[in-house]
């Protein structure tokens, strides 16, 4: 009942005008409910009781032969027309209707479930003074509710107080942009004050005005009223529903929007009805070939007219006709009876086959234990079983990249230090050494606080710095102090870090592991365990990290007073600003960052700066003026901040791996061989994005040129485009060449294509969300189309999630592809919904997008699978299916087209009217199923070797129009044949005993003998993949044909049934005739020598790279698996910094006098006793480069 009312309200709220202004008071339904707001229940399933029925039956009568079926249906209720009984037609009619219904109500149910186990979730809303446990289905606008740690944001709401100091909370948003680093929000002043009172959350009666319900996620507009003042609101005060509440005890939020007027909701995208290109091109196909039996039956039934004209009058002794059924009248319905008739030009049959070969090959991927991951217990599922051919046709891929192309988690990789790099293992040779699962780890038992998750291999490293080595000791004391991570000890020793960068975490963790432990931190001191001794520093300032700055500093005093900067930041940055002492080791540390870099590693310098104390007093006062100014704030602080960072000296460099999930570059290499361009969404910033692009080998230091498009104007994004997309082609016209058709049924469907153009060298293409925004509006999207096109690599970063769909959309519109989204977020769920597949990853990031995708499996490389074997392997075998059904079909019509010739025109069948009625049913149907679900012209191995098989599916090479027209001439050719060689092989000839056999039931049982025998062999012509079931569906098939025939013409039954079964000894008295079985051989070898001629021709002259690979399969042994290489390094000038965070820094934050709540002191854990190691006098920096034998004079 709740959908019906949730329905009705949609229908109510669409009436309405459009919401400019969303107004809402605090703690006042009756005021809230006179706007109509919509509550908090979601719904994503497409049916309800009520509409299942109309909407399903409308969506299967938009394919056109099930409306071309049921207008036969009524044909034959017709008894002056037809020959054949209206239950027939009937009962395959509703047999398929009801398996496809049935199959969209199961997938419907599904999207039920889920719904409803959103909507029932319990949350605590304030009503009537008190806080109540209601489900989120129930929430309104207005309320105010109470959220818990690690509980999912119900709505979205206006973030009023929370548990922690400065009332500030973290969110994990990694259902909404796919970033797993947690971000801040801070609730206004005036309604922080109300803490967890009941008594004034109950009289809060603030009202908001503010933006209308929109996708926006970065934006939000509007202001608060409390008490007659006004307080502005965006997008820092606001928490999203999709979020998940992290590191807060409590919080409370005033609801401002619900259920479908949230952000994630108004991002999510329609649930549309997806068919496949097959099944569009089917449509246009039944209509042509229902013109195409229209026309056929209009030249027999004008046949019929002059038959009864001129020769009808000398059979109406034995024949007489039927009263005032005159010439015309007897044409018309002769017409009709032969619509009847010919109607086998497209059985039913044929689509009852295509579903059952589409859930066939469905189970075949559910099966399949080569896409099954073993660590999550995760199997592939095919969600959707209608897409399957699509899988072979797929043009253009949309991949998120945080969880899909990535783990999600970076790791500390390698570092440099002293000019000496660490992490790589290297043979007596100096050659690399692979690392894999079974290389010796480093052994951190030694340290009670080390994370037990953490890995590394190189033990040089934890030698030195147990030694006491200076330069290490500082390197791992810079991570532990220079950073503005968040500690949590929920158990005594048990430490977790909160870090709105992964990268800072992964850094922090790597210091904490070599033995330098960051504790915890006040807004005044930081806390570290230095080789098992607590020292205690006290922070002076925070240099944050802002996007021009690319890097951060801290002034720290140590215990003994010593003072201290110290600075991470990107290469580039930092050594402009080192002492000219580093500048050896600076070579040499870019070097290695180059070597880093070449692994598709992310890189970070470390330097440090000893300082003067009287200098720091007076620094200090000036930052503290700077800082409480308002106007030009952040230039005289960015002054100060160059003015004490200069004249570093250099301790090393950081790289951090974000990890790729396994197999990722070797799928994306065997996909671009395919000729499938895959564009990259996310929500990352550009340098992350730029980094994994390298890593994962789409971008390449190969390429002419990386196209960079970041204008902030329309007009800038416009002239960045045409620049890129006249240095990639310069000859290109100015104008894009669109070609625009009337493809699709009854020529309704406009359809505008923009083709490619040509160009010489690989490019690759950066836009940034801001940028796209502009490149998305009307003016402009044909440019960035254009200019994409060119591009072997598009990668669009920090976009929002419906920006991913328009993106998706646009290559629909105008590029006339397959295309295929996969995502693992609820940030990807538009962008899955919107292409005509849609792939969930089942990652770290919920369970959002399998929800509404089409196929679902657990790694990105399982794609290459997908696409390379199930996909091709299902166009390939539907593609043969369709030309074979189509063979088989209108070769059995053309016979009863030439016999019209013969029988006057009247609409007689030419076969045994049981052989009419189990051609389709029994005697073929199980021999092409066969071929359709086990045929493969190569098996799964050699289809991954050779990914150029893949490329006649994009082009659709198989099944289309030209295709259609030589089965067509195929079909024409056979039938001729099939009734004319017996024909004329039976004409005046008589049996051994002298009768005459050529009556018409002995004809009949020729001319279907001969059909089915022939369409059997050019089965067998088709068919690559011979399995035992094959065989005993295409045996079993002509042994199923004569046993029937020869009861169906017995004595027995026929004296049981006179009527039914007149065929009376025809099959006896036939088939033993050998000029008749000469006949029936005569026949299939002038059908199937043609076609072996044909297919030996062009294989020879002009073969396919089917027929190239089958050759080779022939000639080479089976290969094997895959085996792991090492990846060659690549060479590159260009090195990114890792991302501080997404945002700028909450350096101030951390230093807030009230920042953080007091903790009772917790006992530390004493690893060892060592002297305090601080960091070395401040003096010119001498590089030393430490050999091997150094080293172990050293020892």
């Not at 319990?122 to 740690?149: A, S």
């Not at 110290?566 to 070097?591: P, Q």
């Not at 003015?643 to 301790?651: A, Q, T, V, Y």
């Not at 039914?1060 to 005739?1073: D, Y």
């Given at each position: 009942m709740?959908?019906?009312?949730?329905?009705?309200?949609?229908?109510?709220?669409?009436?309405n005008?459009q919401?400019?202004?969303r107004?809402l008071?605090?703690?006042?339904?009756?005021?809230n409910?006179?706007?109509?707001?919509?509550?908090?229940?979601?719904?994503?399933?497409?049916?309800?009781?009520?509409?299942?029925l109309?909407?399903n039956?409308?969506?299967?009568?938009r394919?056109?032969?099930?409306?071309?079926?049921?207008?036969?249906?009524?044909?034959?209720l017709?008894?002056?027309?037809?020959?054949?009984?209206?239950?027939t037609?009937?009962?395959?009619?509703?047999?398929?209707?009801s398996?496809?219904?049935?199959k969209?109500?199961?997938d419907?149910i599904?999207?039920?479930?889920?719904?409803?186990?959103?909507n029932?979730?319990?949350?605590?809303i304030?009503?009537?003074?008190?806080?109540r446990?209601?489900?989120?289905?129930?929430v309104?606008?207005g309320?105010?509710?109470?959220?818990?740690?690690?509980?999912?944001?119900?709505?979205?709401?206006l973030?009023?107080?929370s548990s922690e100091?400065?009332?500030?909370v973290?969110?994990?948003?990694?259902?909404?942009?796919?970033?797993?680093?947690?971000?801040?929000?801070q609730?206004?002043?005036?309604t922080?004050g109300?803490?967890?009172?009941?008594?004034?959350?109950a009289?809060?009666?603030?009202?908001?005005?503010?933006?209308?319900?929109n996708?926006?996620?970065?934006i939000?507009k509007?202001?608060?009223?409390?008490?007659?003042q006004?307080?502005?609101?965006d997008?820092?005060?606001?928490l999203?529903?999709?979020?998940?509440?992290?590191?807060?005890?409590w919080?409370?939020?005033?609801?401002?929007?619900?259920?479908?007027?949230?952000?994630?909701?108004?991002?999510?995208g329609?649930?549309?009805?997806?068919?496949?290109?097959?099944?569009?091109?089917?449509?246009?196909?039944?209509?042509?070939?229902?013109?195409?039996?229209?026309?056929?039956?209009s030249?027999?039934?004008i046949?019929?007219?002059?038959?009864?004209a001129?020769e009808?009058?000398v059979f109406?002794?034995?024949?007489?006709?039927?009263?005032?059924?005159?010439?015309?009248?007897?044409?018309?319905?002769?017409f009709?009876?032969?619509?009847?008739?010919?109607?086998?030009v497209?059985?039913?049959?044929?689509?009852?086959?295509?579903?059952?070969?589409r859930?066939?090959?469905?189970y075949?991927i559910?099966?399949?234990?080569?896409?099954?991951?073993?660590?999550?217990?995760?199997?592939?599922?095919?969600?959707?079983?209608?897409?399957?051919?699509?899988?072979?046709?797929i043009?253009?891929?949309?991949?998120d990249?945080?969880?899909?192309?990535?783990?999600?988690i970076?790791?500390?990789?390698k570092c440099?230090?002293?000019g000496?790099?660490?992490g790589e293992l290297?043979?007596?040779?100096?050659?690399?050494i692979e690392?894999?699962?079974?290389?010796?780890?480093?052994?951190?038992?030694?340290?009670?606080?080390?994370d037990?998750?953490?890995v590394?291999?190189?033990?040089?490293?934890?030698?030195?710095?147990?030694e006491?080595n200076?330069?290490?000791?500082a390197?791992?004391?810079?991570l532990?102090?220079?950073?503005?991570?968040m500690?949590e000890?929920?158990?005594?020793g048990?430490l977790?870090y909160?870090?709105q960068?992964p990268?800072?975490?992964?850094?922090?963790t790597?210091?904490?592991?070599?033995?330098?432990?960051?504790?915890?931190?006040t807004?005044?001191?930081?806390?570290?365990?230095?080789m098992?001794?607590?020292?205690?520093?006290?922070?002076?300032?925070?240099?944050?990290?802002?996007?021009?700055?690319?890097?951060?500093?801290?002034?720290?005093?140590?215990p003994?007073?010593?003072?201290?900067?110290?600075?991470?930041?990107a290469d580039?940055?930092?050594?402009?600003?080192?002492h000219?002492?580093?500048?050896?080791?600076?070579?040499?540390?870019?070097?290695h960052?180059?070597?880093y870099?070449g692994?598709?590693?992310?890189t970070l310098?470390?330097?440090?700066?000893?300082?003067?104390?009287?200098?720091?007093?007076?620094?200090?006062?000036r930052?503290?003026?700077?800082s409480t100014?308002?106007?030009?704030?952040d230039?005289?602080?960015?002054?100060?901040?160059?003015?004490?960072?200069?004249?570093?000296l250099l301790?090393g460099?950081?790289a951090?791996?974000?990890?790729?999930?396994?197999?990722?570059?070797?799928?994306?290499e065997?996909?671009a061989?395919?000729?499938?361009?895959?564009?990259?969404?996310?929500?990352?910033?550009?340098e992350?994005?730029?980094?994994?692009?390298?890593s994962?080998?789409?971008?390449?230091e190969?390429?002419?040129?990386?196209?960079i498009?970041?204008?902030?104007?329309?007009?800038?994004v416009?002239?960045?485009?045409?620049?890129?997309?006249?240095k990639?082609?310069?000859?290109a016209?100015?104008?894009?060449?669109?070609t625009?058709?009337?493809p699709?049924?009854?020529?309704?469907?406009?359809?505008?294509?923009?083709?490619?153009d040509?160009v010489?060298?690989?490019?690759?293409?950066?836009i940034?969300?801001?940028?796209?925004?502009?490149?998305?509006?009307?003016?402009?999207?044909?440019?960035?189309l254009?200019?994409?096109?060119?591009?072997?690599?598009?990668?669009?970063?920090?976009?929002?999630?419906?920006?991913?769909a328009?993106?998706?959309e646009?290559?629909k519109?105008y590029?006339?592809?397959?295309?295929?989204?996969i995502?693992?977020?609820?940030?990807?769920?538009?962008?899955?919904?919107?292409?005509?597949?849609?792939?969930g990853?089942s990652g770290?990031?919920?369970?959002?997008?399998?929800?509404s995708s089409?196929?679902?499996?657990?790694q990105?490389r399982?794609?290459?699978r997908?696409?390379?074997?199930?996909?091709?392997?299902?166009?390939?075998?539907?593609?043969?299916?369709?030309q074979?059904?189509?063979?088989?079909?209108?070769?059995?019509?053309?016979?009863?087209v030439?016999?019209a010739?013969?029988?006057?025109?009247?609409?007689?069948?030419?076969y045994?009217?049981?052989?009419?009625?189990?051609?389709?049913?029994?005697?073929t149907v199980?021999?092409?199923l066969g071929?359709?679900?086990?045929d493969?012209?190569v098996?799964?191995r050699?289809?991954?070797?050779?990914?150029?098989?893949?490329?006649?599916g994009?082009?659709?090479?198989?099944?289309?129009k030209k295709?259609?027209?030589?089965?067509?001439?195929?079909?024409c050719?056979s039938?001729?044949?099939?009734?004319?060689v017996?024909?004329a092989?039976m004409?005046?000839?008589?049996?051994?005993?002298?009768?005459?056999?050529?009556?018409?039931?002995?004809?009949?049982l020729?001319?279907?003998?001969?059909?089915?025998?022939?369409?059997?062999i050019?089965m067998?012509?088709?068919?690559?993949?011979w399995?035992?079931?094959?065989?005993?569906?295409?045996?079993?098939?002509?042994?199923l044909?004569?046993a029937?025939?020869?009861?169906?013409?017995?004595?027995?039954?026929f004296?049981?049934?006179?009527?039914?079964?007149?065929?009376i000894g025809?099959?006896?008295?036939?088939?033993?005739?050998?000029?008749?079985?000469?006949?029936?051989?005569l026949?299939?070898?002038?059908?199937?020598?043609?076609?072996?001629?044909?297919?030996?021709?062009?294989?020879?002259?002009?073969?396919?790279i089917?027929?190239?690979?089958?050759?080779?399969?022939r000639?080479?042994?089976?290969?094997?698996?895959?085996s792991?290489?090492?990846?060659?390094?690549?060479m590159r000038?260009?090195?990114?910094?890792?991302?501080?965070?997404?945002?700028?820094?909450?350096?101030d934050?951390?230093?807030?006098?009230?920042?953080?709540?007091?903790?009772?002191?917790?006992?530390?854990?004493?690893l060892?006793?060592?002297?305090?190691?601080?960091?070395?006098?401040?003096?010119?920096q001498?590089?030393?480069?430490?050999?091997?034998?150094?080293e172990q004079?050293?020892?």
């Amino acid at each position: 009942m709740g959908s019906v009312v949730s329905y009705i309200g949609q229908l109510c709220r669409q009436q309405n005008k459009q919401e400019v202004e969303r107004h809402l008071r605090a703690n006042d339904r009756t005021f809230n409910l006179s706007y109509r707001y919509a509550n908090n229940a979601i719904k994503t399933s497409k049916y309800n009781i009520f509409t299942f029925l109309p909407l399903n039956l409308f969506e299967q009568f938009r394919r056109l032969a099930n409306c071309f079926f049921l207008f036969l249906f009524t044909l034959q209720l017709i008894p002056q027309i037809s020959s054949l009984a209206w239950f027939t037609t009937a009962a395959l009619l509703i047999l398929v209707l009801s398996i496809t219904a049935v199959k969209d109500a199961t997938d419907d149910i599904k999207r039920h479930k889920s719904d409803n186990e959103v909507n029932n979730r319990e949350v605590r809303i304030l009503v009537d003074g008190e806080f109540r446990t209601e489900k989120w289905m129930n929430v309104q606008v207005g309320d105010v509710i109470k959220l818990e740690n690690n509980q999912f944001v119900t709505a979205d709401l206006l973030l009023l107080s929370s548990s922690e100091p400065l009332n500030v909370v973290y969110v994990e948003t990694a259902e909404l942009d796919g970033e797993t680093n947690l971000k801040v929000k801070q609730a206004l002043t005036v309604t922080g004050g109300m803490g967890d009172s009941t008594e004034a959350l109950a009289r809060f009666n603030g009202e908001v005005k503010c933006e209308p319900p929109n996708s926006r996620l970065e934006i939000f507009k509007g202001t608060l009223m409390v008490d007659s003042q006004s307080y502005a609101l965006d997008n820092g005060r606001v928490l999203l529903r999709g979020c998940t509440l992290r590191n807060t005890e409590w919080c409370f939020g005033l609801v401002i929007f619900g259920g479908p007027d949230t952000k994630l909701m108004q991002n999510s995208g329609k649930t549309t009805f997806k068919r496949t290109s097959m099944d569009h091109f089917m449509n246009v196909l039944v209509l042509c070939i229902f013109v195409f039996l229209l026309s056929m039956c209009s030249v027999l039934a004008i046949g019929h007219a002059v038959w009864e004209a001129k020769e009808g009058s000398v059979f109406t002794v034995f024949l007489p006709p039927e009263p005032d059924v005159d010439v015309p009248l007897s044409s018309f319905l002769c017409f009709w009876s032969y619509v009847i008739l010919l109607n086998t030009v497209v059985p039913m049959s044929l689509f009852v086959s295509v579903e059952a070969i589409r859930l066939v090959n469905s189970y075949y991927i559910d099966w399949d234990w080569k896409m099954y991951y073993p660590k999550s217990d995760t199997p592939a599922q095919a969600r959707t079983t209608t897409l399957n051919e699509d899988l072979g046709q797929i043009k253009y891929i949309f991949s998120d990249k945080t969880g899909t192309l990535t783990q999600n988690i970076m790791t500390f990789n390698k570092c440099t230090i002293g000019g000496k790099s660490y992490g790589e293992l290297l043979d007596t040779s100096g050659q690399r050494i692979e690392i894999t699962e079974n290389t010796p780890r480093v052994d951190f038992s030694w340290n009670h606080l080390a994370d037990p998750k953490f890995v590394f291999h190189d033990h040089n490293l934890v030698a030195i710095v147990k030694e006491g080595n200076m330069e290490a000791q500082a390197f791992f004391r810079l991570l532990a102090l220079c950073h503005t991570v968040m500690p949590e000890e929920k158990r005594q020793g048990e430490l977790y870090y909160q870090a709105q960068s992964p990268d800072e975490g992964a850094l922090v963790t790597a210091a904490r592991n070599f033995g330098f432990v960051f504790r915890s931190r006040t807004p005044e001191t930081i806390a570290v365990l230095e080789m098992g001794e607590l020292v205690i520093y006290e922070l002076l300032a925070v240099l944050d990290f802002n996007n021009v700055r690319k890097r951060m500093s801290v002034i720290v005093r140590n215990p003994d007073g010593k003072l201290t900067l110290y600075c991470k930041g990107a290469d580039a940055i930092i050594f402009e600003r080192l002492h000219t002492s580093c500048n050896t080791l600076m070579a040499l540390t870019t070097r290695h960052l180059n070597e880093y870099a070449g692994d598709g590693l992310r890189t970070l310098v470390l330097a440090y700066k000893d300082l003067d104390e009287n200098y720091v007093q007076e620094w200090m006062q000036r930052h503290h003026e700077a800082s409480t100014i308002i106007e030009d704030r952040d230039e005289k602080l960015d002054r100060l901040y160059e003015e004490i960072e200069k004249d570093l000296l250099l301790l090393g460099a950081t790289a951090v791996e974000d990890k790729l999930q396994d197999g990722v570059p070797q799928t994306i290499e065997q996909l671009a061989k395919a000729d499938i361009k895959i564009w990259v969404l996310t929500g990352d910033k550009q340098e992350t994005a730029e980094n994994i692009g390298y890593s994962c080998n789409m971008l390449q230091e190969e390429m002419k040129h990386v196209f960079i498009v970041a204008a902030n104007t329309a007009e800038g994004v416009k002239e960045e485009l045409q620049s890129a997309r006249r240095k990639m082609c310069p000859a290109a016209a100015e104008e894009p060449n669109v070609t625009r058709a009337r493809p699709g049924l009854l020529w309704l469907h406009k359809t505008e294509t923009v083709h490619d153009d040509k160009v010489d060298g690989k490019y690759g293409l950066v836009i940034n969300g801001h940028s796209l925004a502009f490149a998305l509006e009307k003016g402009l999207e044909l440019e960035l189309l254009r200019t994409a096109c060119m591009c072997q690599t598009v990668i669009c970063c920090r976009v929002t999630p419906i920006q991913k769909a328009q993106v998706v959309e646009l290559v629909k519109k105008y590029k006339q592809a397959v295309t295929l989204a996969i995502g693992d977020g609820a940030n990807d769920v538009s962008m899955i919904k919107a292409a005509h597949i849609g792939v969930g990853i089942s990652g770290q990031e919920g369970m959002q997008a399998v929800l509404s995708s089409d196929f679902s499996f657990a790694q990105f490389r399982y794609l290459q699978r997908l696409l390379l074997v199930h996909g091709r392997w299902s166009y390939l075998r539907m593609c043969k299916f369709l030309q074979y059904f189509f063979y088989k079909n209108f070769t059995f019509t053309f016979v009863h087209v030439w016999y019209a010739f013969f029988c006057g025109f009247s609409a007689q069948t030419v076969y045994d009217q049981w052989f009419v009625s189990m051609y389709n049913v029994a005697y073929t149907v199980l021999p092409v199923l066969g071929m359709s679900l086990f045929d493969q012209d190569v098996n799964d191995r050699w289809s991954s070797q050779y990914p150029q098989l893949y490329l006649p599916g994009p082009l659709n090479i198989y099944f289309n129009k030209k295709a259609m027209v030589c089965c067509v001439i195929h079909s024409c050719y056979s039938s001729l044949v099939v009734f004319f060689v017996p024909w004329a092989a039976m004409h005046d000839t008589v049996g051994d005993n002298g009768k005459d056999i050529a009556d018409y039931q002995s004809f009949a049982l020729v001319v279907q003998t001969c059909l089915l025998i022939v369409v059997n062999i050019q089965m067998c012509l088709d068919t690559h993949y011979w399995t035992p079931v094959n065989h005993s569906f295409m045996w079993g098939s002509l042994v199923l044909y004569f046993a029937t025939t020869f009861a169906m013409h017995s004595n027995d039954i026929f004296s049981i049934f006179t009527s039914v079964f007149p065929f009376i000894g025809t099959a006896r008295n036939t088939l033993s005739q050998p000029n008749v079985w000469l006949t029936i051989f005569l026949t299939c070898l002038l059908c199937g020598l043609p076609v072996m001629a044909f297919r030996f021709t062009v294989i020879q002259l002009w073969p396919s790279i089917n027929d190239k690979v089958r050759h080779k399969v022939r000639e080479e042994p089976l290969p094997g698996p895959p085996s792991r290489r090492l990846p060659a390094r690549r060479m590159r000038s260009r090195r990114s910094s890792y991302a501080f965070s997404h945002t700028h820094g909450c350096g101030d934050l951390v230093t807030s006098r009230r920042f953080l709540r007091k903790h009772p002191p917790t006992s530390q854990v004493t690893l060892f006793k060592q002297i305090n190691s601080h960091l070395a006098p401040n003096q010119p920096q001498l590089c030393r480069v430490d050999t091997v034998e150094s080293e172990q004079q050293a020892r």
